[in-house]
Protein backbone atom coordinates (compact mmCIF):
# COMPACT_ATOMS: atom_id res chain seq x y z
CA UNK A 1 0.00 0.00 0.00
CA UNK A 2 0.99 3.58 -1.06
CA UNK A 3 0.57 5.55 2.17
CA UNK A 4 0.74 9.59 1.06
CA UNK A 5 -1.38 11.78 3.51
CA UNK A 6 -4.65 11.45 5.92
CA UNK A 7 -7.59 13.24 5.20
CA UNK A 8 -8.00 14.42 8.57
CA UNK A 9 -4.48 16.00 8.79
CA UNK A 10 -5.40 17.41 5.34
CA UNK A 11 -8.46 18.82 6.67
CA UNK A 12 -6.92 20.41 9.52
CA UNK A 13 -4.49 22.34 7.34
CA UNK A 14 -7.12 23.88 5.49
CA UNK A 15 -9.57 24.83 8.15
CA UNK A 16 -12.24 23.03 9.84
CA UNK A 17 -14.64 25.19 8.01
CA UNK A 18 -13.51 24.82 4.67
CA UNK A 19 -14.24 21.71 2.59
CA UNK A 20 -11.09 19.79 0.81
CA UNK A 21 -11.28 21.21 -2.47
CA UNK A 22 -12.55 18.80 -5.70
CA UNK A 23 -10.13 18.97 -8.21
CA UNK A 24 -10.68 18.50 -11.95
CA UNK A 25 -8.67 18.02 -14.94
CA UNK A 26 -9.79 18.52 -18.62
CA UNK A 27 -7.37 17.23 -21.03
CA UNK A 28 -7.47 17.82 -25.14
CA UNK A 29 -6.03 15.23 -27.54
CA UNK A 30 -3.96 16.93 -30.41
CA UNK A 31 -5.26 20.48 -29.40
CA UNK A 32 -2.52 23.00 -31.27
CA UNK A 33 -1.39 25.68 -29.31
CA UNK A 34 -3.46 28.40 -31.23
CA UNK A 35 -6.60 26.35 -31.67
CA UNK A 36 -8.99 27.75 -28.92
CA UNK A 37 -10.60 31.56 -28.88
CA UNK A 38 -8.09 32.69 -25.44
CA UNK A 39 -4.93 31.39 -27.28
CA UNK A 40 -5.83 33.48 -30.52
CA UNK A 41 -7.26 30.52 -32.13
CA UNK A 42 -10.02 30.55 -34.72
CA UNK A 43 -12.50 28.07 -32.89
CA UNK A 44 -15.13 29.71 -30.70
CA UNK A 45 -14.68 28.38 -27.21
CA UNK A 46 -16.41 30.22 -25.02
CA UNK A 47 -16.33 27.70 -22.02
CA UNK A 48 -12.61 26.74 -22.14
CA UNK A 49 -12.06 30.79 -22.26
CA UNK A 50 -14.05 31.46 -19.14
CA UNK A 51 -11.89 29.39 -17.68
CA UNK A 52 -9.01 31.38 -18.44
CA UNK A 53 -10.56 34.34 -18.12
CA UNK A 54 -11.43 33.24 -14.15
CA UNK A 55 -7.93 31.89 -13.72
CA UNK A 56 -4.10 32.16 -14.88
CA UNK A 57 -3.45 30.97 -18.64
CA UNK A 58 0.19 29.72 -19.09
CA UNK A 59 1.36 31.46 -22.65
CA UNK A 60 4.46 28.70 -22.84
CA UNK A 61 3.00 25.67 -21.45
CA UNK A 62 4.13 22.49 -22.33
CA UNK A 63 3.33 19.11 -22.63
CA UNK A 64 4.67 15.83 -21.46
CA UNK A 65 5.96 14.53 -24.43
CA UNK A 66 5.83 14.92 -28.42
CA UNK A 67 2.64 12.24 -28.63
CA UNK A 68 0.00 10.73 -26.62
CA UNK A 69 1.55 8.10 -24.20
CA UNK A 70 4.01 9.19 -22.78
CA UNK A 71 2.36 12.52 -22.05
CA UNK A 72 -0.27 11.29 -20.02
CA UNK A 73 2.34 9.30 -18.35
CA UNK A 74 4.15 12.55 -17.23
CA UNK A 75 0.67 14.10 -16.04
CA UNK A 76 -0.24 11.73 -13.88
CA UNK A 77 3.62 10.99 -12.19
CA UNK A 78 5.36 14.51 -12.22
CA UNK A 79 7.97 12.49 -14.04
CA UNK A 80 9.60 12.15 -17.11
CA UNK A 81 7.23 9.40 -18.61
CA UNK A 82 10.69 7.43 -19.40
CA UNK A 83 11.09 6.97 -15.74
CA UNK A 84 7.25 5.76 -15.57
CA UNK A 85 7.88 3.33 -17.85
CA UNK A 86 6.07 4.81 -21.38
CA UNK A 87 9.13 5.34 -23.98
CA UNK A 88 6.47 6.06 -26.70
CA UNK A 89 2.67 5.68 -28.02
CA UNK A 90 1.63 2.29 -26.77
CA UNK A 91 0.04 -0.08 -28.68
CA UNK A 92 -1.11 -3.10 -26.29
CA UNK A 93 -1.02 -6.24 -28.63
CA UNK A 94 2.69 -5.58 -29.97
CA UNK A 95 4.23 -4.05 -26.86
CA UNK A 96 4.89 -5.16 -22.87
CA UNK A 97 4.71 -1.31 -22.24
CA UNK A 98 2.49 0.40 -19.65
CA UNK A 99 2.68 2.87 -16.91
CA UNK A 100 4.53 0.86 -14.21
CA UNK A 101 1.89 0.04 -11.11
CA UNK A 102 4.95 0.68 -9.10
CA UNK A 103 4.76 4.74 -9.99
CA UNK A 104 2.99 7.58 -7.72
CA UNK A 105 -0.06 8.67 -9.18
CA UNK A 106 -1.96 11.79 -8.99
CA UNK A 107 -5.46 10.08 -8.34
CA UNK A 108 -3.46 7.73 -5.65
CA UNK A 109 -2.49 10.71 -3.70
CA UNK A 110 -5.92 12.28 -3.56
CA UNK A 111 -7.70 9.08 -3.26
CA UNK A 112 -5.01 8.38 -0.14
CA UNK A 113 -6.22 11.68 1.18
CA UNK A 114 -10.17 10.88 1.18
CA UNK A 115 -11.20 11.50 -2.26
CA UNK A 116 -13.84 9.74 -4.41
CA UNK A 117 -11.99 9.23 -8.15
CA UNK A 118 -12.76 8.69 -11.67
CA UNK A 119 -10.99 8.62 -14.90
CA UNK A 120 -12.79 9.20 -17.87
CA UNK A 121 -12.00 9.07 -21.61
CA UNK A 122 -8.83 7.87 -23.44
CA UNK A 123 -6.41 6.25 -21.16
CA UNK A 124 -3.89 5.36 -23.76
CA UNK A 125 -1.46 3.89 -20.77
CA UNK A 126 -1.90 0.18 -21.09
CA UNK A 127 -5.13 -1.70 -21.09
CA UNK A 128 -4.41 -5.58 -21.13
CA UNK A 129 -5.23 -8.04 -24.30
CA UNK A 130 -5.46 -11.63 -24.30
CA UNK A 131 -1.66 -12.08 -24.85
CA UNK A 132 -0.50 -9.53 -22.10
CA UNK A 133 -1.79 -8.72 -18.91
CA UNK A 134 -1.78 -5.13 -17.70
CA UNK A 135 -3.19 -2.56 -15.12
CA UNK A 136 -6.18 -0.88 -15.71
CA UNK A 137 -6.90 2.64 -14.04
CA UNK A 138 -8.25 0.73 -10.70
CA UNK A 139 -4.79 -0.36 -10.19
CA UNK A 140 -3.38 3.61 -10.47
CA UNK A 141 -5.94 5.20 -7.76
CA UNK A 142 -9.35 5.35 -9.93
CA UNK A 143 -12.09 3.90 -8.04
CA UNK A 144 -14.25 4.24 -11.07
CA UNK A 145 -13.49 4.44 -14.93
CA UNK A 146 -14.74 4.98 -18.60
CA UNK A 147 -12.01 4.22 -20.93
CA UNK A 148 -10.62 3.44 -24.50
CA UNK A 149 -7.55 2.53 -25.07
CA UNK A 150 -6.43 4.60 -27.28
CA UNK A 151 -8.16 6.66 -30.14
CA UNK A 152 -12.12 6.51 -30.13
CA UNK A 153 -13.35 4.04 -32.79
CA UNK A 154 -13.93 4.46 -35.80
CA UNK A 155 -14.47 7.70 -35.41
CA UNK A 156 -15.63 9.95 -32.77
CA UNK A 157 -19.01 9.68 -34.07
CA UNK A 158 -20.71 6.80 -32.48
CA UNK A 159 -17.46 4.83 -30.62
CA UNK A 160 -18.07 1.09 -30.08
CA UNK A 161 -14.68 1.00 -28.13
CA UNK A 162 -15.49 2.03 -24.46
CA UNK A 163 -14.41 0.09 -21.17
CA UNK A 164 -16.35 1.31 -18.31
CA UNK A 165 -14.89 -0.50 -15.52
CA UNK A 166 -13.35 -3.94 -17.04
CA UNK A 167 -16.36 -4.83 -19.25
CA UNK A 168 -16.96 -3.52 -22.47
CA UNK A 169 -19.85 -1.93 -23.92
CA UNK A 170 -19.92 -1.90 -27.54
CA UNK A 171 -21.07 1.23 -29.96
CA UNK A 172 -22.21 4.08 -28.24
CA UNK A 173 -24.64 6.84 -29.66
CA UNK A 174 -23.56 10.29 -30.20
CA UNK A 175 -19.78 12.46 -30.29
CA UNK A 176 -17.35 11.40 -27.78
CA UNK A 177 -16.40 14.31 -26.06
CA UNK A 178 -20.06 14.44 -25.50
CA UNK A 179 -20.26 10.80 -24.29
CA UNK A 180 -17.34 11.18 -21.64
CA UNK A 181 -19.48 14.09 -20.36
CA UNK A 182 -22.44 12.33 -20.33
CA UNK A 183 -20.64 9.33 -17.82
CA UNK A 184 -18.91 12.39 -15.72
CA UNK A 185 -21.99 13.76 -15.04
CA UNK A 186 -23.76 10.81 -14.51
CA UNK A 187 -20.29 10.03 -11.79
CA UNK A 188 -20.62 12.90 -10.15
CA UNK A 189 -24.60 12.63 -9.69
CA UNK A 190 -24.98 8.52 -8.55
CA UNK A 191 -21.42 6.72 -8.15
CA UNK A 192 -19.19 8.78 -6.34
CA UNK A 193 -19.30 9.49 -2.62
CA UNK A 194 -20.69 12.60 -2.16
CA UNK A 195 -19.26 13.13 1.51
CA UNK A 196 -16.38 12.88 0.10
CA UNK A 197 -14.02 15.33 -2.08
CA UNK A 198 -13.59 14.45 -6.16
CA UNK A 199 -11.00 13.80 -8.68
CA UNK A 200 -12.58 13.51 -12.09
CA UNK A 201 -9.91 13.24 -14.52
CA UNK A 202 -11.75 14.00 -18.22
CA UNK A 203 -9.28 13.44 -21.30
CA UNK A 204 -11.02 13.90 -24.23
CA UNK A 205 -10.31 12.37 -27.55
CA UNK A 206 -10.86 15.50 -29.89
CA UNK A 207 -9.25 16.71 -32.32
CA UNK A 208 -7.17 13.72 -32.31
CA UNK A 209 -7.68 12.12 -36.13
CA UNK A 210 -10.22 10.07 -37.35
CA UNK A 211 -12.52 13.13 -36.80
CA UNK A 212 -16.46 13.74 -36.83
CA UNK A 213 -18.21 16.43 -35.42
CA UNK A 214 -21.77 17.64 -35.42
CA UNK A 215 -22.56 19.23 -39.11
CA UNK A 216 -24.11 22.13 -37.67
CA UNK A 217 -21.03 22.75 -35.88
CA UNK A 218 -18.84 22.16 -38.85
CA UNK A 219 -20.48 24.51 -41.30
CA UNK A 220 -19.41 27.32 -38.71
CA UNK A 221 -15.69 26.77 -39.95
CA UNK A 222 -16.62 26.03 -43.52
CA UNK A 223 -17.69 22.99 -45.91
CA UNK A 224 -19.00 19.81 -45.06
CA UNK A 225 -16.23 17.71 -46.14
CA UNK A 226 -13.06 20.56 -45.29
CA UNK A 227 -11.07 18.43 -42.97
CA UNK A 228 -10.02 21.87 -41.15
CA UNK A 229 -13.71 22.64 -40.74
CA UNK A 230 -14.62 19.28 -39.01
CA UNK A 231 -11.75 19.72 -37.07
CA UNK A 232 -12.51 23.12 -35.51
CA UNK A 233 -16.11 21.23 -35.40
CA UNK A 234 -14.46 18.98 -32.75
CA UNK A 235 -13.12 21.46 -31.00
CA UNK A 236 -16.36 23.43 -30.70
CA UNK A 237 -18.51 20.63 -29.69
CA UNK A 238 -15.79 19.63 -27.17
CA UNK A 239 -16.15 23.06 -25.84
CA UNK A 240 -20.06 22.69 -25.42
CA UNK A 241 -19.51 19.42 -23.71
CA UNK A 242 -17.09 21.22 -21.15
CA UNK A 243 -19.46 23.79 -21.21
CA UNK A 244 -22.47 21.45 -19.30
CA UNK A 245 -19.63 19.93 -17.42
CA UNK A 246 -19.06 22.94 -15.83
CA UNK A 247 -22.10 23.72 -15.24
CA UNK A 248 -23.01 20.63 -13.22
CA UNK A 249 -20.28 21.34 -11.45
CA UNK A 250 -21.65 24.56 -10.29
CA UNK A 251 -24.41 23.16 -8.89
CA UNK A 252 -22.85 20.28 -6.83
CA UNK A 253 -20.52 23.11 -5.79
CA UNK A 254 -19.54 26.42 -5.05
CA UNK A 255 -17.11 27.13 -7.58
CA UNK A 256 -14.54 28.08 -5.37
CA UNK A 257 -14.03 24.83 -3.67
CA UNK A 258 -13.32 23.57 -7.40
CA UNK A 259 -9.65 23.43 -8.96
CA UNK A 260 -10.31 22.83 -12.76
CA UNK A 261 -6.76 22.36 -14.82
CA UNK A 262 -7.31 22.52 -18.61
CA UNK A 263 -4.12 21.11 -21.25
CA UNK A 264 -3.71 19.40 -24.21
CA UNK A 265 -1.54 15.83 -24.47
CA UNK A 266 0.66 17.22 -27.75
CA UNK A 267 0.53 19.85 -29.99
CA UNK A 268 -1.60 19.26 -33.30
CA UNK A 269 -0.81 17.47 -36.02
CA UNK A 270 -1.82 20.71 -38.64
CA UNK A 271 0.66 23.25 -39.03
CA UNK A 272 -1.98 25.85 -39.24
CA UNK A 273 -3.20 25.52 -35.42
CA UNK A 274 0.49 25.98 -33.70
CA UNK A 275 0.59 29.77 -33.65
CA UNK A 276 3.54 29.88 -35.91
CA UNK A 277 5.86 27.31 -33.88
CA UNK A 278 8.08 25.16 -35.85
CA UNK A 279 7.30 21.92 -36.25
CA UNK A 280 4.07 20.02 -34.83
CA UNK A 281 2.80 16.79 -32.95
CA UNK A 282 5.67 13.88 -33.23
CA UNK A 283 8.55 16.74 -33.22
CA UNK A 284 10.64 18.65 -30.38
CA UNK A 285 10.08 21.61 -31.94
CA UNK A 286 7.63 24.17 -29.92
CA UNK A 287 5.15 23.60 -32.44
CA UNK A 288 4.97 19.99 -31.10
CA UNK A 289 5.06 20.14 -27.53
CA UNK A 290 3.53 23.97 -26.39
CA UNK A 291 0.13 23.62 -25.65
CA UNK A 292 -2.76 25.70 -23.91
CA UNK A 293 -2.20 25.73 -20.05
CA UNK A 294 -5.03 27.18 -17.84
CA UNK A 295 -5.52 26.83 -14.09
CA UNK A 296 -8.39 28.06 -12.37
CA UNK A 297 -9.88 28.07 -8.77
CA UNK A 298 -11.89 31.35 -8.11
CA UNK A 299 -10.58 33.24 -4.87
CA UNK A 300 -7.29 30.96 -4.98
CA UNK A 301 -5.40 31.47 -8.19
CA UNK A 302 -5.21 34.73 -9.54
CA UNK A 303 -8.19 35.80 -12.36
CA UNK A 304 -7.59 36.66 -15.75
CA UNK A 305 -3.99 36.60 -15.25
CA UNK A 306 -1.45 35.29 -18.08
CA UNK A 307 1.78 34.04 -16.60
CA UNK A 308 4.87 34.13 -19.17
CA UNK A 309 7.18 31.55 -16.58
CA UNK A 310 7.40 28.62 -18.93
CA UNK A 311 5.48 25.59 -17.50
CA UNK A 312 3.80 21.91 -18.34
CA UNK A 313 2.27 19.27 -17.46
CA UNK A 314 4.89 17.92 -15.91
CA UNK A 315 4.30 20.29 -12.95
CA UNK A 316 0.56 19.23 -12.55
CA UNK A 317 1.31 16.53 -10.01
CA UNK A 318 2.85 18.71 -7.43
CA UNK A 319 1.47 22.20 -8.11
CA UNK A 320 -1.94 19.69 -6.86
CA UNK A 321 -0.16 18.94 -4.13
CA UNK A 322 1.23 22.41 -3.30
CA UNK A 323 -2.35 24.16 -3.71
CA UNK A 324 -3.69 21.70 -1.33
CA UNK A 325 -1.27 21.28 1.36
CA UNK A 326 -0.91 17.63 0.69
CA UNK A 327 2.78 16.25 0.64
CA UNK A 328 4.51 15.06 -2.22
CA UNK A 329 5.41 11.36 -2.62
CA UNK A 330 8.65 10.41 -1.01
CA UNK A 331 11.65 8.95 -1.75
CA UNK A 332 10.44 9.76 -5.78
CA UNK A 333 12.43 11.97 -7.94
CA UNK A 334 9.84 15.02 -9.39
CA UNK A 335 10.99 16.12 -12.35
CA UNK A 336 8.35 18.55 -12.46
CA UNK A 337 7.91 22.07 -10.00
CA UNK A 338 5.19 23.38 -7.96
CA UNK A 339 3.45 26.39 -9.43
CA UNK A 340 1.57 27.02 -6.89
CA UNK A 341 3.42 30.70 -6.17
CA UNK A 342 2.83 31.78 -9.70
CA UNK A 343 -1.02 31.04 -9.07
CA UNK A 344 -0.82 32.64 -5.73
CA UNK A 345 0.71 35.73 -7.33
CA UNK A 346 4.06 35.15 -5.02
CA UNK A 347 6.46 34.65 -8.52
CA UNK A 348 9.73 35.51 -6.00
CA UNK A 349 8.92 32.12 -4.24
CA UNK A 350 8.96 29.92 -7.26
CA UNK A 351 11.70 27.42 -7.87
CA UNK A 352 12.16 25.35 -10.54
CA UNK A 353 15.43 22.96 -9.91
CA UNK A 354 15.51 21.26 -12.96
CA UNK A 355 14.97 22.53 -16.60
CA UNK A 356 12.14 20.81 -18.36
CA UNK A 357 13.08 18.31 -20.81
CA UNK A 358 11.90 15.95 -23.43
CA UNK A 359 12.58 12.74 -25.45
CA UNK A 360 11.07 10.95 -28.08
CA UNK A 361 13.14 8.58 -30.36
CA UNK A 362 11.12 9.01 -33.40
CA UNK A 363 11.48 12.84 -33.15
CA UNK A 364 13.92 14.90 -34.96
CA UNK A 365 15.31 16.71 -33.08
CA UNK A 366 15.47 13.55 -30.44
CA UNK A 367 15.67 15.55 -27.23
CA UNK A 368 14.69 19.22 -26.27
CA UNK A 369 15.40 21.20 -23.11
CA UNK A 370 13.75 24.50 -22.12
CA UNK A 371 15.88 26.67 -19.14
CA UNK A 372 14.12 30.01 -19.09
CA UNK A 373 13.91 32.12 -22.06
CA UNK A 374 16.29 29.70 -23.93
CA UNK A 375 15.67 26.20 -25.97
CA UNK A 376 18.64 23.90 -26.33
CA UNK A 377 17.70 20.72 -28.85
CA UNK A 378 19.92 17.71 -30.40
CA UNK A 379 19.98 15.21 -33.31
CA UNK A 380 20.29 11.63 -32.38
CA UNK A 381 24.11 10.11 -32.88
CA UNK A 382 22.80 6.62 -32.97
CA UNK A 383 20.37 4.76 -35.51
CA UNK A 384 17.20 2.94 -34.88
CA UNK A 385 14.65 1.25 -37.30
CA UNK A 386 12.83 3.51 -39.10
CA UNK A 387 9.55 1.64 -38.63
CA UNK A 388 7.21 4.38 -36.84
CA UNK A 389 5.88 2.35 -33.99
CA UNK A 390 7.70 1.82 -31.11
CA UNK A 391 10.18 -0.81 -30.91
CA UNK A 392 11.01 -2.27 -27.29
CA UNK A 393 14.39 -3.75 -28.60
CA UNK A 394 15.31 0.13 -29.28
CA UNK A 395 15.60 0.28 -25.64
CA UNK A 396 19.34 -0.81 -25.19
CA UNK A 397 20.55 2.02 -27.92
CA UNK A 398 18.39 4.43 -26.55
CA UNK A 399 19.30 4.42 -22.68
CA UNK A 400 22.94 4.21 -24.22
CA UNK A 401 22.48 6.91 -27.46
CA UNK A 402 24.54 10.30 -27.09
CA UNK A 403 23.47 13.36 -29.56
CA UNK A 404 24.82 15.47 -31.88
CA UNK A 405 24.01 18.66 -33.92
CA UNK A 406 23.11 20.85 -31.10
CA UNK A 407 21.10 24.24 -31.75
CA UNK A 408 20.40 27.07 -29.26
CA UNK A 409 17.21 29.72 -29.64
CA UNK A 410 16.31 32.30 -27.40
CA UNK A 411 12.00 31.41 -27.37
CA UNK A 412 11.48 34.89 -25.83
CA UNK A 413 13.48 36.53 -29.26
CA UNK A 414 12.46 34.18 -31.10
CA UNK A 415 9.32 31.72 -30.69
CA UNK A 416 9.41 30.45 -34.30
CA UNK A 417 13.05 28.80 -33.50
CA UNK A 418 14.96 30.40 -36.96
CA UNK A 419 18.35 31.64 -35.12
CA UNK A 420 20.42 29.20 -34.25
CA UNK A 421 22.47 31.05 -31.36
CA UNK A 422 24.67 27.70 -30.90
CA UNK A 423 28.13 29.41 -32.13
CA UNK A 424 27.49 32.56 -31.04
CA UNK A 425 26.79 32.05 -27.18
CA UNK A 426 29.31 29.10 -26.95
CA UNK A 427 29.80 29.26 -22.93
CA UNK A 428 25.91 29.05 -22.94
CA UNK A 429 25.66 26.32 -25.06
CA UNK A 430 28.36 24.28 -23.01
CA UNK A 431 26.13 25.18 -19.82
CA UNK A 432 22.70 24.13 -21.22
CA UNK A 433 24.09 21.04 -22.92
CA UNK A 434 25.27 19.61 -19.85
CA UNK A 435 22.34 20.47 -17.99
CA UNK A 436 20.42 18.31 -20.71
CA UNK A 437 23.19 15.03 -20.47
CA UNK A 438 22.75 15.65 -16.56
CA UNK A 439 18.86 14.85 -17.09
CA UNK A 440 19.17 12.50 -19.88
CA UNK A 441 21.37 10.16 -17.72
CA UNK A 442 19.17 10.31 -14.44
CA UNK A 443 16.08 9.70 -16.74
CA UNK A 444 17.68 7.20 -18.50
CA UNK A 445 19.26 5.20 -15.52
CA UNK A 446 15.56 4.90 -14.23
CA UNK A 447 13.86 3.43 -17.72
CA UNK A 448 12.56 -0.13 -17.33
CA UNK A 449 14.04 -2.70 -19.66
CA UNK A 450 10.47 -3.64 -21.14
CA UNK A 451 12.72 -5.72 -24.02
CA UNK A 452 13.98 -8.04 -21.21
CA UNK A 453 10.25 -9.02 -20.00
CA UNK A 454 9.23 -12.98 -20.85
CA UNK A 455 12.79 -13.78 -21.82
Not at 14 to 26: D, E, H, R
Not at 344 to 352: E, I, M, T
Request: aromatic share 10%; with cysteine; net charge neutral.
Amino acid sequence: MKHFFSLTLFLAMLGSAQAAPNVVILLSDDMGYQDVGCYGGPVQTPNIDSLAAGGTRFSDFYSGCAVCSPSRAVLLTGRHHIRAGVYSWIHDESQNSHLLEREITLAEILKEAGYSTAHIGKWHLGLPTKERDKPTPDQHGFDYWFATANNASPSHHNPSNFIRNGKALGEIKGYSCQIVVDEAISWLDQHRDPKKPFFLNLWFHEPHAPIAAPQELVSEYGKPKDKGAVYSGTIDNTDRAIGRLLARLKQIDDPKNTLIIYGSDNGSYRDDRTGGLRGHKGMNWEGGIRVPGIFHWPGVISPNRVDHTPAGLVDVLPTVCGLLNLNKPKGVHLDGADLSPLLKGRPDSFQRQQALFWHLQKARPIVALRDGDYSLVAEPDFEISKNNMFQEAWIPAIKNGTYKNYQLFNLKDDPAQNNNLATKQPELLKSLKKKLLDINASIMADGHDWHLEGK
